[in-house]
């Protein structure tokens, strides 16, 4: 029986004993017009660029692939420069590398292409420069841009600075000036930033009928409805639709004779330390141990019964089954 | 009136109930146990209290028991059923005049459930105002007039 050499196909992964006949074989047709496809889309995307190069941010983007067909290997297909990351333009030179260009042309002719389909897959080294000069030019673009980013946001802080400065130096002025000097600075530094929440009059003053005025009903009718007497309104203490101090929050009627509100210090500290227990593992030593728990005057730690008694090795001596009848009778 | 609802007569227990419900809604009823309509909602209230037994706590609160509540809500028609979230007033966009209360009586249990899970998830979300999930035909209408003072 003659010996029969068998071939390695990368485009169809298989080996075979067809010899030159397999580029026929319509498995191996169909496995090269797909590659085609794919890498006419993959040549596609990255010509759209090639007029007008993309700059972005290099933060924002993870670095992305292609594999080239003709070159068997993976290659990036963007560029990163500094903090920039220009779109295909690691493609676009691998494509116009002359490696590429040779590889290409081997590839065409093992797996009979026609010649005139090169053009697709290859990209000109005089269209590769000028998209080099193109590139250029968008990253000074960019640059520019970014620096005219810089200086809005610098911008802002400088001014927010301004303000908190202005009310710091309200407040420090507050015992010499009266609340109501206070109030109008306040009120002047609210108007200088508009971004920011006006400022609430009443967060300044401890005086409670200092709310804005609100609305009352003095008529309602519904049908069905029970009305019950309308009660006159207090002028001094608001209602839901001003913004008055709800009753259940007023300091006057704190239930608890301590006046203290929400959790205490031990609370805080409770909780800091079953924060802190629980991150620990549930399996160390001693995890279920109440420290709490009132023990005898007879107590002693265990030593896990290494040192207490005898050896590790000779621990078991307990346990054997012709040991128990000795222990148990001692 | 429903005997199986708590109730609560005097403002620090409303001020306690407030203060220590935590994480779920509380659904305060101002009205009074002898009006036709109060003793509907109630009924409703009482049906739909334990299927929300973990999502809301609900109360009754007889108005004019409480006069700082009601002057403090403007309370003119009753029921008049308020939520609160971590002692914190809900509003609802109910469609009428008022979004701090609901006014009247719900249309059915189911009504009441859906109007307590919205406030519930909404709350949850961070949100202090919700809008209703509830046919417009099932909200009680009613004229107020209201005046500046």
């Known amino acids: 029986m003659a010996f029969v050499q068998f071939q390695r196909c990368d485009i169809c992964r298989r080996n075979h004993d067809s010899g030159n006949k ?10 090269v017009q797909r590659i085609i496809r794919k890498f006419k889309d993959k040549v596609a995307e990255s010509r759209q660029v090639l007029g007008k190069p993309v700059v972005e941010d290099a933060t924002k983007q993870d670095m992305s692939h292609f594999w080239c067909y003709f070159c068997h290997c993976e290659c990036e297909r963007d560029k990163r420069l500094h903090n920039m990351l220009l779109k295909e333009a690691a493609m676009i030179e691998h494509l116009s590398s002359l490696e590429h260009q040779k590889n290409c042309t081997s590839f065409l002719a093992q797996n009979r292409v026609e010649k005139a389909k090169k053009e697709e897959f290859v990209i000109e080294t005089d269209e590769y420069k000028k998209f080099l000069e193109a590139t250029e030019k968008s990253v000074e673009r960019f640059e520019e841009m970014k620096q005219q980013r810089q200086l809005v946001v610098a911008n802002k802080i400088r001014k927010e600075s301004f303000i908190s400065e202005r009310l710091v130096h309200c407040y420090r002025e507050m015992v010499g000036c009266g609340k109501s000097q206070l109030v109008k600075l306040l009120q002047t530094c609210s108007q200088a930033n508009n971004h920011q929440r006006p400022l609430m009059s009443r967060a300044g003053t401890s005086n409670e009928s200092s709310w804005v005025k609100g609305v009352r009903t003095v008529e309602a009718h519904g049908e069905g409805l029970t009305c019950v007497r309308i009660q006159k309104a207090n002028s001094s203490t608001g209602n839901i639709f001003s913004d008055a101090p709800p009753p259940w929050a007023q300091s006057n009627t704190t239930c608890p004779a301590t006046g203290v509100i929400g959790p205490t210090l031990d609370d805080l500290h409770k909780h800091v330390e079953n924060s802190r227990k629980r991150k620990l593992p549930a399996e160390r030593v001693g995890a279920n141990f109440k420290h709490s728990q009132q023990q005898s005057s007879s107590w002693l730690p265990s030593f896990g019964r290494v040192w207490s008694k005898k050896r590790n090795p000779q621990g078991s001596y307990r346990y054997l089954p012709h040991n128990i009848i000795k222990v148990s009778h001692k | 009136m429903s005997f199986i609802l708590p109730k609560l007569a005097t403002k620090k227990e409303i001020d306690d109930v407030i203060r220590t419900t935590e994480d779920i809604v509380l ?32 109360y009754l609160v007889d108005v004019d028991s409480v006069p700082v509540y009601a002057q403090y809500f403007d309370i003119s028609l ?22 701090t209360k609901f006014i009247g009586t719900f249309h059915n249990k189911q009504d009441f459930i859906d109007v307590v899970e919205v406030i519930f998830r909404g709350a949850m979300k961070g949100k202090l105002m919700v809008r209703s999930p509830l046919d417009p035909t099932h909200v009680p209408k009613y004229d107020l007039v209201y005046k500046d003072f």
């Open chain 2, 78 to 99: 009753i029921p008049a059923t308020l939520f609160f979230f971590n002692a914190q007033h809900m509003k609802v966009d109910w469609g009428t005049p008022d979004h």
């Open chain 1, 22 to 31: 397999h580029v026929y074989s319509a498995a191996h047709r169909s496995n």
């Open chain 2, 27 to 58: 659904v305060l009823r101002f009205g009074r146990d002898d009006d036709t309509t109060c003793l509907r909602i109630d009924d409703i209230l009482a049906k739909a209290a334990p299927e929300l037994g973990k999502m809301a706590a609900i």
